[in-house]
């Protein structure tokens, strides 16, 4: 199953509220911290909501 690797690159001060919570809900608040999630739509919507904020890498999970 494909995981993603989602780094914050960017802070968070003036950036609207929406995308603030957007970044958040994916487990983020300083930059530099990443996160690695599963592949699926409400992690998408998320990203795809900020995508300027972070860096996303697609990576391969370990026990396949």
Known sequence: MKKLKV?????LAGKREE???????????KIGQSRILPDNPMVRGNI??????????????EAS
């Open 7 to 11: 780094t914050l690159v960017r802070g």
């Open 19 to 29: 995308h603030v919570k957007a970044v958040h809900s994916l487990g983020l608040k």
């Open 48 to 61: 795809r909501k900020a995508f300027y904020l972070l860096k996303v890498e697609e990576v391969e999970d």
